[in-house]
């Protein structure tokens, strides 16, 4: 087991609805192409698959995809948009989890590998993607660029939302390099809300480089987004590609 916290039901009940920009045609009519491009002929396996937002596209546009998923919630909620023949999935955490099988792509987006909450268990999560791909595999991780620019001095939050029904910011652990993201959400109109958070422990993408460099794999491209628009020093997230050699 890894340090990731475990979805509970009443969130992975609620994912779907609550995350509608990502399931938007916008999001993921790119994502989908970018990792069939990438995929080829060949399998790919998604770390933290949760309920299915890119796996079944994915799997529906042709690829054979199986996915790894630490939440039984969110696996049960997939589950239910497509059986265990056309996407298998193995329930386990992505850093130590062995799927059966070579892939010719591995990929883990939407911020998950910073759930894991340690530095060694990131390095084992790329030591694990390079242990299912084939020679000239990719693996794939979608990331955020740490905020800290947003940072002022000698303070320790920054708002990300702040809207009607949502309030959501960001503490900073600038020494162990851990976020914790709150988020005070107002259910129905009797003026309640919700209040939930999670950690996470943010790193560069010169740090992914260097995991990636222990697992084997080399980079061959990182991008500001799915659409292939250049990385630069103002870009907030990257998606970047490495490959393990032939």
Known sequence: MTSSERWSRATAERYDTEETEAFSEAVLGPTVAFLGELAGDGRALE???GTGRVGVPLRERGVPVVGVELSEHMAAVLRRKVDEDTLPVVIGDMATTVVPGG??????????ISNLLTQDEQVECFRNAARHLEPGGRFVVELLVPPLRSLPHGQVAVPFDVSERHLGFDTFDLV???????????????GRY?????????AWPAELDLMARIAGLERERRVADWDGSPFTQDSTKHISVWRKPA
């Open 103 to 112: 892939f010719s792509l591995v990929y883990l987006l939407y911020n998950t």
């Open 194 to 202: 919700r209040r939930e958070n999670s950690r996470h422990r943010y």
């Open 47 to 49: 770390f933290a698959i």
């Open 176 to 190: 162990e390099q851990v976020l914790v993201s709150h988020h005070l959400t107002r259910d129905g109109d009797d």
